[in-house]
């Protein structure tokens, strides 16, 4: 539906404050750096990734906010952008009739909320604007769907946050755009709130049925609301696929890291059957849950979860079973879990359990773990 | 269907549309009229003075600097620049801490009393001084003949000029510091006294630091309006034989035959001198604005306790608008009600009367002049706050080289005194580059006015702007909003409050404006200020006296209304 293909943008970072007066040199900061991607219709595509990671400006530039250097963006058969590929277009950003919410939702506040919501509406060319009557129409019928339809009269900042982000979602949808982007929608409410407008943004755009594109840096956030997500570093696409994908099969450590883990062995195939496999690590075998046959001749890096480690008394526990032994080196007390560091064979795990499991420093303990909660990241010449 | 509506390919027609669209249209034309205002006195002034019969020459600057008393005008006007705005920061920063930072006691009653004298005109505060302090007839000095046999304080010398330029801008630098104080985290001095910094180490180390690019500002402004004064150094220098660049320039040129050339070159070397000092205090400001922690907001400063200093501090801030605010006001009042200029005495209080009142409003100069200035002030607020606000808007949100461009154009104005763009503008429209009839008529004050007032238009309607993040533009771009759209929805509605803010500002200081239209007014265009003037030199003291009054009043009124209206739009001064 929407195709992305070799985008780059540079931005010009004067990187010398002080000299000015002085010629200033710029140095080139690549914000988005042959970015290919293909959303489909009736998705929520996610762009997830660390700060400065490019999300944004990749957003901006399908809105027609940011005109990226080389590349070309096509909504359904229509051209949006196009440069450095035979020849150049750009449809303007009033044209293309894309639906936005900004991070701060970019509510005007000298307008009432009817009025905030029945702006896109107004400004249409004037042979496609709806009458009078049809805007009112649509406008309550799109305040009604949030919930908002109480407050139109209202001043659009006397509304609290919750309510202001689903105006900024009504004043996206009016037009019916055949795509929505988001930006951060929910980075700048308090915890509580988030989780729940998490949820009421997945049921909308469930029941709504709108492609959309959202952008976030939370990774619980991505992996509870999008089909499939898109996880970027420093300009570039690190991997594709569907939440659970990314999840249990992350590509590269940059991946394997940002989505949650944090324990890195590297590994060596030993046995490789269907389903399971043996692995060597200096730490000692482990066994691997896997969709296919392992290369025998590659080398490979386990992650592991902290959260899908168990830590058992070394006396209790036979020691056998998928795991290493070890010595509690510290422990950290979280409240709702404890995190053990445990040393194995020179290796620290961290390892996180619930409150009831908790051992002194120096304890010997048993770790135990799930083999399909390992995650195996081929590295160089590596094939998955 | 879509595909149809947005057909992207590029004919003629529609390049011809993009090149000219409302938003290029409206932007090359504000660049263009801002481009007009601020070269063409620049252009002019240069040419008449290095030209003469089309070839270039020196003879100007050899006249204007030849005669003796070069040095001393040049040292004069240093002393002049330096000592007034050191005056004015001391006194306006020291007030500002006082207000901000202390619990003095009134703090409100200082606050809104600080800030009385800039409702006064600079022309008329200078006249109330001549009648406190003047040698021979000055209030205070015959109340210090009659006591001690001889006048205390002479006004027509280099301290008197200091003193009435320096209290009379209190009030600019007080703003500036007012808001830096108020802006300042407390934290930060906290934290240094809480590292073991002494009081008066914490202030050189941390206070005044912080407080640097503030100062730099304020002192630009001040500076630069100080070395282009008119009215002191005209009134209080000339007679006691002191003269700076800004008399010798209307000396030069009221002396018949007019040596234009020669007031060209010494303006030039005056507008040297602004360029310098304006440099040198950007360098100082320069460094400051890294200190990003400075812009904080909402912080509600621990007041330092004055302990047993409390009372004294009190005393002397009130004695210090006692007579810089009240007495001069008084003074004027006073002699407004009396038949002719006289000593303070019992049978002269008894001569009262509203003979000058009358007499005023029988003028019938007095009332055209009123008229014309209004009309100069509403023209001449409302066309730059027009223009400025589109400029603002490409130097906080155009592209990179139209931003510099407008950004430094905007400027310009700020280093040439009131009285150099009344000289440049009579040469440019001497030689009338347009199409339509400008000397004579009151188009050449506007154009002189807007030329003059442009930074402090920029100034309102950037600062509005900035205040407005990009993002509600962008959305109702997104939304589909034209350009045109978009500007008349969204960016002007919200920027006005502050335009309105900047027209009731100009408005304020175009009705009081004297040193652009003292060399540009001809019978029938008289300002105001112009009035004030002719009658002071007429000495006419007691009929300026009820017109200073009636004037006085008059801004006094606006304000409030501004005041007591303008919260409600969020308009504020
Ligand atoms: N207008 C600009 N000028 C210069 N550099 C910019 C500009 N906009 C973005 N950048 C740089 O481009 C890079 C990508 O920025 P972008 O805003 O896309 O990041 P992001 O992934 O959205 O990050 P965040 O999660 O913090 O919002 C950053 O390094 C940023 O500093
Ligand atoms: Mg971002």
């Not at chain 1, 099969?249 to 890291?257: D, G, M, Q």
């Not at chain 2, 112009?530 to 300026?544: A, H, K, N």
Request: aromatic share 8%; charged share 15%; net charge positive.
């Amino acid at each position: 539906m929407l195709r992305i293909d070799n985008l780059r943008k540079t931005f010009d970072v004067p990187s010398d404050q002080r000299g000015r007066g002085r010629a200033t040199a710029s140095a080139q900061l690549a914000a988005i750096d042959d970015v290919s991607l293909e959303i489909h219709e009736g998705e929520m595509f996610t762009f997830l990734g660390p700060s400065g990671c490019g999300k944004t400006t990749t957003l901006r530039s399908i809105a027609g906010l940011e005109r990226p250097d080389s590349g070309e963006i096509r909504l359904s058969e229509r051209v949006l952008f196009s440069r450095g590929r035979g020849r150049d277009r750009e449809v303007p950003v009033n044209r293309r009739g894309l639906g936005m919410v900004f991070q701060s939702y970019a509510i005007w506040p000298h307008l009432s909320v009817f009025d905030n919501v029945a702006f896109p509406l107004q400004v249409m060319p004037r042979r496609d604007r709806p009458k009078k009557k049809v805007i009112e129409e649509r406008v309550m019928r799109v305040l009604a769907t949030m919930e908002l339809d109480a407050f139109a009269g209202r001043s659009a900042t006397k509304l609290s946050g919750g309510q202001q982000q689903r105006l900024a979602l009504a004043r996206a949808l009016v037009t019916e755009p055949p795509l929505l982007l988001l930006d951060e929608p929910l980075s700048n409410l308090d915890a509580k709130l988030r989780e729940s407008l998490r949820f009421e943004l997945k049921r909308l755009q469930h029941e709504i049925g709108i492609t959309s594109i959202y952008v976030t840096h939370d990774q619980v956030e991505a992996l509870a609301l999008s089909s499939r997500i898109a996880v970027m570093s420093k300009g570039q696409v690190a991997q594709v696929g569907a939440p659970r994908d990314i999840y249990t099969h992350p590509e590269s450590k940059f991946v394997a890291e940002f989505i949650g883990n944090s324990n890195f062995l590297p590994a060596t195939a030993v046995e490789s059957g269907n389903g399971t496999a043996i692995v060597e690590t200096p730490q000692g075998r482990l066994e691997v849950a896997v969709d296919r046959p392992l290369d025998a001749t590659a080398s490979y890096l386990i992650g592991i979860r902290p959260e899908s480690v168990e830590v058992l008394a070394a006396e209790t526990a036979p020691a056998a079973g998928n795991g290493f032994s070890g010595t509690v080196a510290a422990r950290s007390y979280l409240g709702e879990a404890v995190d053990h560091i445990v040393d194995i064979g020179g290796y620290e795990m961290r390892a996180r359990v619930n409150p009831s499991v908790s051992f002194p420093a120096g304890t010997a303990v048993r770790l135990r773990i799930d083999p399909a909660t390992i995650s195996l990241i081929p590295t160089e010449g590596a094939s998955r | 269907m879509l595909q149809q509506r947005y057909t992207e390919e590029r004919s003629a027609g529609q390049l011809v549309r993009r090149v000219l669209s409302p938003k290029n249209v409206i932007v090359f034309l504000a660049i263009l009229i801002i481009g007009y205002l601020v070269l063409t006195p620049a252009i002019y002034l240069f040419i008449a003075t290095f030209f003469s019969g089309g070839a270039f020459t020196l003879d100007a600057f050899r006249r204007a600097y030849g005669t003796s008393g070069l040095d001393s005008m040049v040292l004069s006007s240093i002393v002049f620049t330096v000592g007034a705005t050191v005056l004015a920061l001391a006194l306006g920063t020291a007030l500002a801490y006082i207000t901000v930072r202390t619990n003095v006691p009134f703090r409100s009653l200082i606050v809104a009393t600080s800030l009385v004298p800039l409702i006064v005109p600079g022309l008329l505060y200078t006249i109330a001084w001549v009648m406190v302090a003047s040698p021979n007839v000055g209030i205070a000095n015959q109340i210090g003949n009659a006591l001690t046999g001889g006048p205390w304080f002479d006004i027509f010398s280099m301290p008197g000029m200091i003193w009435v330029e320096g209290t009379h801008n209190v009030p600019l630098v007080y703003l500036f510091m007012f808001v830096a104080f108020r802006a300042m985290d407390p934290s930060l001095e906290e934290s240094a006294l809480v590292n073991g910094a002494t009081r008066a180490t914490m202030l050189r180390r941390i206070t005044i630091p912080l407080m640097r690019p503030a100062l730099a500002a304020a002192a630009l402004v001040v500076g630069v309006k100080t070395l282009g004064s008119f009215e002191v150094p005209t009134l209080l220098g000339v007679p006691g034989g002191i003269f700076v660049f800004v008399s010798r320039i209307y000396y030069v040129m009221s002396d018949f035959p007019y040596d234009t050339a020669a007031a060209g070159a010494l303006s030039i070397g005056l507008v040297v001198l602004a360029i310098l000092g304006t440099w040198a205090l950007n360098r100082m400001q320069g460094d400051g604005k890294q200190y990003a922690t400075v812009t904080g907001k909402g912080f509600r400063p621990a007041a330092l306790d004055l302990g047993r200093w409390k009372w004294p501090v009190a005393i002397g801030v009130l004695v210090y608008f006692l007579v810089t605010t009240a007495l001069p006001l008084f003074v004027m009042a006073y002699n407004s009600l009396l038949p002719h200029f006289q000593a303070i005495s019992i049978r002269a209080m008894s001569e009262f009367t509203l003979q000058n009142y009358v007499d005023l409003f029988e003028n019938p100069i007095f009332a055209r002049s009123v008229g014309n200035s209004l009309l100069l002030a509403v023209g001449t607020a409302t066309a730059i706050m027009v223009l400025t606000a589109v400029a603002a808007w490409v130097v906080v949100r155009g592209r990179r080289r139209s931003r510099k461009l407008v950004d430094q154009l905007t400027f310009i104005p700020m280093v040439f005194p009131g009285l150099v763009i009344g000289l440049a503008v009579s040469f440019v429209y001497l030689r009338n580059p347009l199409p339509i009839a400008v000397y004579g008529t009151l188009l050449i004050l506007l154009i002189a006015y807007m030329t003059n007032f442009l930074p402090y238009g920029m100034r309102y309607a950037m600062s509005s702007l900035q205040q407005i993040s990009a993002e509600l533009e962008e959305s109702s771009a997104v939304a589909g909003a034209s350009w045109w759209q978009t500007w008349t929805r969204i960016v002007l509605p919200l920027m006005f409050p502050g335009l309105m803010a900047g027209w009731i500002y100009l408005l304020i200081v175009a009705v009081r404006e004297l040193g652009s239209s003292i060399l540009l007014y001809s019978p029938g265009n008289e300002v105001i200020a112009v009035l004030i003037f002719q009658m002071y030199e007429e000495g006419e003291l007691v009929d300026i006296s009820a017109l200073g009054v009636v004037l006085v009043v008059f801004l006094s009124l606006i304000v409030a209304l501004v005041h007591k209206f303008g919260s409600r739009v969020g308009i504020r001064l």
